[in-house]
């Protein structure tokens, strides 16, 4: 088992920055892909970013690519998301996902996919 807690959501301007953090509990982080997840109030959860286990790869959605970083540190076993340019459509609770299968070698996009979740943390962007 895997269990996820995000931190560092809030309220901010258009065009600040937050950076949004996952811990995760276990001995096996190192060994899994992690990815951030959002979800708009009526929407679907939308991939956002991935990262492999090895750290030697990340993906960002084409709506974030160049706004936001995905990194992980597995020294502390933590998954981070440093969100830059905000934007009012970035608005949406953020959700931090583990892959339930180690080593895998792809980042997987599909919500369905994942086996572990976070509780969510709120990301509110004024315009």
């Known amino acids: 088992q895997v269990q996820l807690v995000e931190s560092g959501g809030g309220l901010v301007q258009a065009g600040g920055s937050l950076r949004l953090s996952c811990a995760a509990s276990?001995?096996?982080?190192?060994?899994?892909?992690m990815a951030w997840f959002r979800q708009a109030p009526g929407k679907e959860r939308e991939f956002v970013a991935g990262?492999?286990?090895?750290?030697?790869?990340?993906y960002d959605a084409d709506s974030v690519k160049g706004r936001f970083t995905i990194s992980r540190d597995n020294a502390k076993n933590t998954v981070y998301l440093q969100m830059n340019s905000l934007k009012p459509e970035d608005t949406a609770a953020y959700y931090c996902a583990a892959d339930g299968t180690r080593f895998w070698t792809r980042i997987r996009t599909v919500a369905a996919e994942y086996d572990y979740w976070g509780q969510g943390t709120q990301v509110t962007v004024s315009s």
């Open positions: 276990g001995r096996t982080f190192s060994s899994r892909n």
């Open positions: 990262i492999r286990w090895s750290g030697e790869s990340a």
